[in-house]
């Protein structure tokens, strides 16, 4: 299964701030959107970071200041492995294991298109094992 397929399904917008927000802007739209990231862009379509759950939780008692005033800039990850929608959702799941992600964007052309998280992952590993099931319990009924 490619990349292009996932986003067939779930569609391809993506949620984004900027990095004049604050952490606590980033909350904010976290829990709003019901996601756990938000890809960092000054106009939506380049990529200048990714700030996930994750990296709010690992940088709270670094900050010094209110955590939530502090800007997202000084949490955020500013190096993001992305993907392309021809990329095969198992190297996407090779990609996450080995670096320790969650969700990796998806850009085509330079562009921000999608974004691809973990549970997308797991879902579509599922249904391909009941595709394949089901495709084994009708050759052995078939027999």
């Not at 802007?25 to 996930?52: M, T």
């Not at 090779?94 to 992952?121: A, K």
């Amino acid at each position: 299964m490619l990349v292009s397929n996932l986003l067939e399904g779930k569609g391809t917008m993506v949620a984004t701030t900027t990095m004049a927000a604050t952490v606590g802007d980033v909350v904010a739209d976290l829990a709003r959107h019901r996601i756990g990231a938000l890809v960092v862009s000054s106009d939506g379509r380049q990529i200048d970071g990714i700030v996930s759950e994750r990296d709010i939780v690992l940088h709270l008692s670094d900050l010094r200041v209110e955590p939530l005033a502090a800007p997202v800039v000084s949490i955020m990850s500013t190096t993001v492995h992305t993907c392309s929608p021809v990329d095969d959702v198992e190297s996407i799941m090779n990609l996450m294991t080995e670096h320790r992600i969650r969700h990796v964007p998806v850009v085509e052309d330079g562009r921000l298109c999608g974004i691809i998280s973990i549970g997308d992952v797991v879902k579509s590993r599922i249904q391909e094992l009941e595709k394949d099931r089901n495709e084994l319990m009708e050759y052995i009924i078939a027999r």
